[in-house]
Structure formats: C-alpha cells, structure tokens
C-alpha cells in the first residue's frame, strides 16, 4: 500500500483538481480569520493541497504542534502562524515529491513570518517512535485525510498517545465509512488512493480509539463525501462516506459514558478569534457568559487542558445525577443529501 499511495500522491496527482471526490474544501467553508493566513501560503503549496477538512483547533499560541502526512505543507504553514514564534510545527510525510514541494517554500515562509518554526521529517507515520520525537512532547496532533491511507491505523493511534503531552489532543480530519468497507473497494488503487478504499467504519474507528486510551472522541464537524466519477461512483455503490473532524483528548480520567455531575461552566470571551462562542465540538457550542451545563468528561476537557484558564468551572464530581443527556447520537454523522452542482472540486 505505501507504493501505491506515494505513486499516487508523489507522481499521478497534481493539484487539488485531480481529485475524484468532493473529499477537497470548499474555500468558502473556511473561517475569514483563517483566510487571511492562507493567504501568506505559497501558490505551489495550495495547489497541492489534498485534505479533507480543516485542522486549525482554537487557542495555539507557543504550541508545539505534529502534523502526520503534511503533504505539501499547506497546514504545516497555516499553524505555524498560529502557534507564533514561540510556537513550533513538525510535519511528517512519507512522500518524497510531497516534502519536496514543502520544503522548497520553507525559506519563503520564514522570510513572509519572521521567523522559521519548521521542521519536515521524511518517514512513515505508522513510525513515529523511530524520529527522535521526544515522549509526550507535543501539545497537538494534527493530521488531514492521512490515517485512512495507513495499512495499520492501530500502530498511528499508538504513536499518536505516545507522543501527546497529558491535556494534549490529537485534532484530525479524516474519511469514515456508514459500513465496513468490502475488500472489492478495498483493493482497488484509486479508490484507495482517493481516502475511500481505506476508510474506517465509524464504530470501527471509535473502537481503536478506545483500545488506544482515547475514551470519548469528540466530532468536531462533518460532511458527506460524493464520489464524482462515474466509474469509481459504480464500484462504491451504496457505501456512503463522510469526512469529520474529531478530537481526542489525552486524558486519563475521562469516562466510557458523559455522566451528569451537575457541572456546568462559563466561557470568559478570552480565546483570541472567538469572543461570543467557542466550539468544543458539534453538541457543545459554548457562549460567552453563560451557564452551560456540562457533563465530567466535558469538565475535564476544559478544565485540565490549555482551555482552563478561560473558563470558570462549577461543582466537581462529589455527587452522581446519572448519565447525562445530549453529547451525542448513535451514528454522529449528518447524513444531508446535497445536490452536486456548483461543488468546487
Ligand atoms: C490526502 S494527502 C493529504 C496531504 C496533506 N495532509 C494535505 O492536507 O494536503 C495524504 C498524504 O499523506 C501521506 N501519507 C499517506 N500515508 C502515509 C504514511 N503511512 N506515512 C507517512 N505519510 C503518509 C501521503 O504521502 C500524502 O502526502
């Protein structure tokens, strides 16, 4: 499979337009803060841009940040302006052309920020205990439409729990499948190539979190993915695939369930780029001021992570109210059926 992958994203793709699904964003689902950076990454690095979804998670100031499958860089750049001088970004690919491209721009980045907070590493992801990262170094994983290309998801979310600091959180965009996908799909290169053939079930997927010590994954944001050529469309039939975003936390103590403490907390405005609201994930849009009610998986999530001192925090867990109603549903995705026409890519 590596083969393959590098063949197909070292040499047959180009830029974002080869793609063959609507897996690739559409600009206008980009925050206007975030565009302003986009706008300081080279041409040639945007080209080449082949995620699914957006890797930017609040508050990253002086954050040392790993990016598994950078690619090109696109992401790799866009944080390190986030994370500041103070800050540090290291990406990871396996594709030589990929890096190539990447590090060709590096001295033009450096010069456009004022500073270069980079490093680019050539190695496999399914590795990352043989780079001399240090041990629960990092404050955030990210990673954009890579874990689906992986042969061995298991041997990534292990590094990945390696390598977190404690509060930390691995933040990444992948591609799930509503089904196991079946080995006909599996082994077909272009749609392996295309983050479908190597797609997770989602239950799948929430199972090798759990078996890694990510006890409660959080889906930040998702969408259905459509395949766009007829050829491929025929061959995936009725499997329905989404991109999401999830975010894992680091955290020990957390619960398998969101049980009710009678919690709550309150958000102070004070997260540079979200003055009314922070979005923790999809069923906590948290405003600014207000009591919101939360469960003690959720308390910990901002209470022991670099979110802390922007919240206040009520009760603890001395008294059990039972589970608590309302993070989540039994299939996480939204399953919208959009018509095509006027997609980007
Ligand atoms: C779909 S592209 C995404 C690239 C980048 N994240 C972006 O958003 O443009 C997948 C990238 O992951 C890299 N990749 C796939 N499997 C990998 C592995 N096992 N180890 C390291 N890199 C890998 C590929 O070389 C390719 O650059």
Known sequence: MYELVQEYYGKTLQNSGDLKTTACCDISQVPEWLRSLLSNVHDEVLDRYYGCGLVAPALLEGCRILDLGCGSGRDVYVLAQLVGKTGSVVGIDMTSEQLEVARRHQAYHAEKFGYDNITFIE????????????????????????????????????????LL??????????VYA????????K??????????????????????????????????EDRPL???????KNKVGSIQFYSATFRLFNLDQLETACEDYGQAVIYHGTIPEHPHRILLDKHHDIESGKVFPVCGNTWLMLQDTRFSKHFTFIGNFSKHYGIFQGCGSVIPFENTVINLSGQCC
Not at 131 to 140: A, K, N, R, T, V
Not at 226 to 232: F, N, Q, S, W
């Open 226 to 232: 459509y395949v766009t050529d007829p050829v491929l």
């Open 123 to 162: 190695g496999y992801i399914e590795q990352l205990d043989q780079m001399g990262l240090e041990p629960h170094s990092f404050d955030i994983i990210v990673s954009n439409c890579v874990v689906n290309l992986s042969p061995n998801k298991e041997a990534v979310l292990s590094g990945v729990k390696h």
């Open 187 to 220: 082994n077909d290169p272009v749609l392996y190539g295309e983050c479908l053939g190597g797609a997770l079930y989602w239950n799948d997927f929430l199972r090798i979190a759990h078996q890694f010590g990510f006890i409660d994954p959080r889906l930040v």
């Open 165 to 174: 600091k404690a509060g930390g959180e691995f933040y990444f965009s992948d």
């Open 178 to 185: 509503n089904r196991r996908v079946p080995n006909e799909v």
